[in-house]
């Protein structure tokens, strides 16, 4: 399996508070990415990053920044949650972003904002 | 606006059937084509990959891959109880598009 770890999860908390996501791989792969998963939806692409410091939107970005200072690392931050962000979480990891390497995934964080 | 299309289902097959699931895109530009299982309440895991027409078999699964048509199936021979998930198709064009899932269940 690769070696992608996310912390929490599991949280809960509040309306208005800021939440922060943590995936961190042990794979030394240059791309990392944070999915939501809502039923219906399927998932949805919120920011990837291509490297250290590099990041760009995915299609479900507003509301969440990212950020990547270490290879190892990519944070995902709601800023101040809202009740539908309420959502599962995937971290996922390639090799590059040529079309035949596939994505693989963390076991996820379940994200509930009462 | 590209899309990847697949029924939700849920689609029921008897154990020891072959269970066929498909799933279609709009980018005709796409390259790679990506099967992915997950059970409930766990993350997507990879199957299978596909880049070009035709078959594509690993052990009871093959994939079959018609561009012109648009189409990308999967199919499972010997279906096993273990084998009730939802299978999501992933198609590339540089930008990985995800279906939203079919709902497989295996009936002992």
């Known amino acids: 399996d690769a070696g992608i770890t996310q912390s929490p999860r599991h949280k809960v908390t509040e309306t208005g508070t800021p939440v922060t996501l943590r995936c961190h791989q042990t794979?030394?792969?240059?791309?990392m990415y944070w999915y939501r998963q809502d039923p219906g939806h399927g998932l949805r692409l919120i920011h990837y990053?291509?490297?250290?410091?590099?990041?760009d939107k995915g299609e479900v970005s507003d509301g969440y920044s990212v950020s990547r200072s270490k290879t190892e690392d990519f944070l995902l931050t709601l800023e101040s949650a809202t009740s539908s962000q309420t959502s599962v979480y995937f971290c996922?990891?390639?090799?590059?972003?040529?079309?035949?390497?596939?994505?693989?995934f963390g076991d996820g964080t379940r994200l509930s904002i009462l | 606006q590209k899309e990847v299309e697949q029924n939700s289902g849920p689609l029921s097959v008897p154990e020891g059937a072959i269970a066929s699931l498909n799933c279609t895109y709009s980018d005709r530009g796409s390259q790679s084509f990506f099967w992915y299982r997950q059970y409930s309440g766990k993350s997507p895991e990879l199957i299978m990959f596909?880049?070009s027409n035709g078959d594509k078999e690993d052990g009871r699964f093959t994939a079959q891959l018609n561009k012109a048509s648009q189409y990308v199936s999967l199919l499972i021979r010997d279906s096993q109880p273990s084998d009730s998930a939802t299978y999501l198709c992933?198609?590339?064009?540089?930008?990985?598009?995800w279906g939203a899932g079919t709902k497989l269940i295996i009936k002992p």
């Open positions: 990053s291509y490297g250290v410091k590099d990041t």
């Open positions: 992933a198609v590339s064009n540089y930008q990985l598009i």
């Open positions: 596909i880049y």
């Open positions: 996922a990891i390639s090799d590059n972003r040529n079309s035949n390497q596939p994505q693989h």
């Open positions: 794979e030394n792969h240059r791309y």
